[in-house]
């Protein structure tokens, strides 16, 4: 692997130019490291290991009342910080990377929804846009932001309790368990019935037609650029394991260790929003 840490960061920049000039098709797989600088707190350190307690899993939160509970309550406190992230110099440089032409397909394992409104195209979001939400009963959808408003007035308790809490990955909160037991989670406005975020919770799988999309743009790839993830999640792994076995180089921009360190070819060990900048002027 050539390594650049930051302080190298010039080189680095230099080194991923070239590493993308000879590529017609780069495909370009995202994480949480990208929007940190945007205010929305990740999942891991830089030696990839999870912070705080494990997420809410899927299957957990359809069955069980009590989970709900939680999670909507910690969503009502936490939505405010991942509702006002704006885009930042990381997204808007993979932007202009796309309109020039030096980047093609785009993955993200983001919900945030940040690519969108820096402006890239082709995009897939792996794990779904938090942004939306899903009625499990009959499929209606609404926008998350006009769900917070209900939660609001259905939870006047924790109207300010948001300025006392720590903001967590994807609009999670820490909440003391008093306030959950007092939640009120509403329901669908169409049919009554179980509202979820339109993401792909942990422990469920991604939707077929989304995997195969995904990976048809992964063969269809002539590289591979990893920004800003660990890819200790499977679901961002297997695309540099899929890279690596049909011979397809891998670079990387990412402050911290990833799972597919011994497959890449290239790394710049420095923040996404200081890289790709960059990369965009060359």
Known sequence: MRYFPEHEIEAGAAALAGFLAPHQHVLVLTGAGL?????????????GVRRGRA???????????????????????????????APNP??????????????????????????????????????????????????????????????LDDNPHLQHAGEQVKALPDGDAQVEPDALDQFTVPGCEQCGGVLQPD???????????????????????DALLVVGSSLMVFS???FCRMAAQSGKPIAAINAGVTRADELIALKVAAAAQDVLPLLART
């Open 55 to 85: 997420p809410i899993q899927g299957p957990d939160f359809r069955r069980s009342d009590a989970v709900r509970r939680r999670y909507w309550a910690r969503s009502l406190l936490g939505w405010p910080t991942l509702a006002g992230a």
């Open 199 to 221: 993401v792909v919770f942990f422990g469920d799988n991604i939707p077929p037609q989304r995997t195969e999309a995904a990976l048809r743009a992964m063969e269809e790839a």
């Open 236 to 238: 961002g792994y297997r």
């Open 35 to 47: 929007s940190t600088a945007s205010g929305i707190p990740d999942y891991r350190d830089k030696d």
């Open 90 to 151: 990381g997204h808007l440089a993979l932007a202009a990377l796309q309109r020039q032409g030096q980047v093609g397909q785009l993955i993200t394992q983001n919900v945030d929804g940040l690519h969108q409104r820096a402006g890239s195209a082709r995009l897939i979001e792996l794990h779904g846009n938090i942004h939306q939400v899903v009625c499990l009963a009959c499929q209606a959808r609404c926008s998350r932001a006009s769900l917070q408003q209900r939660l």
